[in-house]
Nanobody, 123 residues
Framework: QVQLVESGGDLAQPGGSLRLSCQAS????????MGWFRRTPGKEREGVSC????????YYADFVKGRFTISRDKTKNTVSLQMNSLKSEDTAVYYC????????????????WGQGTQVTVSS
């Protein structure tokens, strides 16, 4: 059984930065793409970014492109999301999950996902 545990969520000011991390335990996730999703009350879940297991190619949603960077360390079984130039609309619970980079974007989360970490962007 795989467990994904997110960390790094916090309160940040607009224009600031945060780094989210997701630690996987239980088995290697080398065979899975890994990514981040977010949910805000009253809104549907959004796919933020996904990194491929095969070639580390990454997908970014338009609303984070140029501001967020996803990375993974297979030796440590972790995936991270560097979030820069934060905006108030980035406020959400961010979830780590297995995913796939597709021809048109990224898949829904599947198989494994974490409990989430709260990111609040406010002055």
């Amino acid at each position: 059984q795989v467990q994904l545990v997110e960390s790094g969520g916090d309160l940040a000011q607009p224009g600031g930065s945060l780094r989210l991390s997701c630690q996987a335990s239980g088995e290697t996730l080398d065979y899975y793409g890994m990514g981040w999703f977010r949910r805000t009350p009253g809104k549907e879940r959004e796919g933020v970014s996904c990194i491929s297991n095969r070639d580390d190619s990454a997908y970014y949603a338009d609303f984070v492109k140029g501001r967020f960077t996803i990375s993974r360390d297979k030796t440590k079984n972790t995936v991270s999301l560097q979030m820069n130039s934060l905006k108030s609309e980035d406020t959400a619970v961010y979830y780590c999950a297995t995913c796939r980079v597709t021809a048109t974007g990224m898949s829904d989360p599947y198989v494994y996902w974490g409990q989430g970490t709260q990111v609040t962007v406010s002055s």
